[in-house]
């Protein structure tokens, strides 16, 4: 979930939602929660590939280097020369989060997000609300125990004054978390929560709760300036060049990105792949094409600004129907349109990424919860 409170150039002062991860889904909601990561309900455990390919592939013209893009046009972000090293399991989910986190940042080429002790204290506190409550999402409700603001903007206004506010958050039994690793492991696998933890705000709050039957786990996200990244960037992920990306994911997230084919609801999918622009750029007339090595192509549902105005607007994302091939590199190619302040800059970007070993995924819980033998987190 993305909040704005942002200076247009007519100098007024304007509060307007923009985006995602705001929970909802299977089961019964608290208003803006959901169950798992990015909610989703949903049966079964097949996964049938699709006879053709979506129609938002196109060909990957073999001129094309990692990288590259039309003169004048947006770019990718490179990623950091030499990779931030992921945090073990340490036990303290809170501490954990915020060194993952960091480091999966750093990777990308994004800043890390110092903590900020209001932020803290507005994450800690819903937090707190959740595991008091056995809740799960973003709201709150007056009256119950805990209460500190009914949506996370008013929560996060209240410590302090930001351009822009976002929040993601999980929660459930704590049979459904393997380690203090998988929170923020799991929120980052699902897509429209992995964009709001790649935005490019400059400040974050991370808190954990537990008691013996509920666990909570949220980042609160602030930033003091709309534009920290130059406007034609693109931040992508999995980023270029990574090697060991997951090669499945559990569709497991509200919002779905797989609203519009719920038979994948539930089922174990292909890991997926984002990119966005800063906060006030948009992204319009998407395309995306991911083949393997050997020119085979992957069929990924996308979700874009277009076909999610709700939930997207300087982001994309596109979900692989079924799971990648172990330790192969695959080459992701995508165009479209980005505008940023009024100006439109072509996107043409193409790049590669190295899978893990088949079956292996960031968050153990998704491939268990996927199997029906532990309780899924909520989101």
């Known amino acids: 979930m993305r909040f704005s409170r942002l200076k247009f150039e007519a100098a007024t002062l304007v509060t307007a939602v923009l985006l995602a991860a705001c929970g909802g889904g299977g089961g019964s909601s608290d208003g803006a929660g959901g169950t798992a990561t990015n909610n989703a309900s949903g049966g079964g455990n097949s996964v049938t590939q699709p006879a053709s390919k979506p129609a938002t592939s196109s060909t990957v013209p073999p001129s094309t280097s990692p990288l590259n893009a039309p003169a004048n046009g947006a770019v990718l972000l490179a990623p950091a020369a030499h990779a931030t090293a992921f945090p073990a399991a340490s036990g303290n989910a809170s501490a954990d989060g915020v060194a993952w986190l960091n480091a999966m940042r750093q990777n990308v080429g994004l800043a890390a997000l110092p903590g900020d002790a209001g932020l803290v204290t507005a994450s800690l506190d819903h937090a707190t609300y959740l595991v008091d409550n056995d809740a799960y999402g973003h709201t709150e409700t007056s009256g119950l ?30 049979a459904a978390f393997d380690d203090s690793l998988s929170p923020v492991e799991t929120l980052f696998d699902a897509p429209f929560h992995r964009i709001v933890m790649l935005d490019d705000f400059t400040s974050m709050g991370v808190a954990y709760m537990a008691n013996a039957s509920w666990e909570a786990f949220n980042i609160d996200f602030g930033s003091d300036s709309a534009d920290t990244l130059p406007q034609t960037a693109l931040v992508a992920y999995p980023y270029a060049g990574e090697q060991g ?131 899924l987190p909520k989101f």
């Open 245 to 375: 990306v997951p090669t499945n994911w559990l569709a497991n997230e509200d919002p779905n990105p797989f609203a519009s084919a719920p038979q994948y609801e539930l089922t174990t999918v292909g890991y997926p792949v984002t990119i966005q622009g800063g906060f006030g750029t948009t992204l319009s007339a998407m395309s995306f094409t991911i083949t393997a090595t050997d020119g085979t192509n992957v069929p990924c549902l996308a979700q874009t600004p277009q076909t999610t105005p709700g939930e997207l607007s300087n982001a994309a994302l596109c979900v692989p129907y079924a799971p990648l091939a172990g330790n192969t590199t695959y080459t992701v190619h995508v165009t479209g349109v980005l505008t940023a302040s009024g100006q439109t800059y072509p996107v043409d970007v193409l790049w590669t990424f190295t899978t893990a070993a088949a079956g292996v995924a960031h968050a153990a819980v998704q491939q268990q919860g996927a199997q029906g033998n532990r309780p």
């Open 145 to 174: 125990p805990g209460f500190t603001g009914a949506d996370p903007q008013t929560r996060i206004e209240a410590v302090g004054t930001w351009s822009m506010m976002g929040e993601v958050v999980v929660a459930g039994q704590p």
